[in-house]
């Protein structure tokens, strides 16, 4: 094994080669996860352990065909929010969504299963500035879409404190 690894920092040090950079991280991946990467002679600190346990989450993540930006954390993965705030600023878009809905479907006289303004809704919500940022019609869908089910059993009174 040794000789493998050997060879594979090598071919590293001629210069770029993902292939020998993607092995070395799936095998250092697989030692931190199975706990034997180093012998059992010496104790690690705390640091070490952190440190161990950092890189082998992001080994894991990388060899599953994150990114690396995605697997070191420094970029979120598509289609997840990105942190409370962005979470909080999804459903505030989508009370709003679902208070137009609700608004339009008083105002033309129908049900909600012959309703058919739903992208005027989506449209009216996207050009809004929601948390000082502008956001993309599909976001405000995929947004509404998240919390639809949730938003439909709300009063209306609810779903103003919600949108904020």
């Known amino acids: 094994m040794s000789n493998m690894l050997d060879d594979l920092l090598d071919a590293l040090a001629l210069g770029h080669n993902p292939d020998a950079s993607k092995l070395l991280i799936e095998y250092f ?50 289609g997840r929010p990105a942190n409370k705030e962005t979470a909080d600023r999804n459903l505030s878009i989508a009370a709003a969504v679902e208070i137009d809905i609700r608004n339009s479907m008083k105002k033309q006289g129908v049900s909600r299963s012959n309703f058919r303004g739903y992208d005027a809704a989506y449209n009216d919500a996207a050009s809004k500035f929601w948390n000082g940022e502008k956001v993309e019609k599909t976001t405000v869908e995929n947004s509404y879409k998240q919390y639809e089910d949730e938003l439909k059993g709300l009063s209306d009174n609810e779903l103003e404190a919600i949108k904020g």
Do not use: Y
């Open 29 to 78: 991946s697989e030692q931190i996860e199975a706990g034997s990467l180093f012998n059992d002679t010496g104790r690690l600190s705390h640091k070490e352990t952190v440190f161990l346990n950092f890189i082998g989450c992001a080994f894991k993540e990388f060899s599953s065909g994150k990114t690396l930006d995605v697997a070191f954390g420094l970029q979120k993965p598509r």
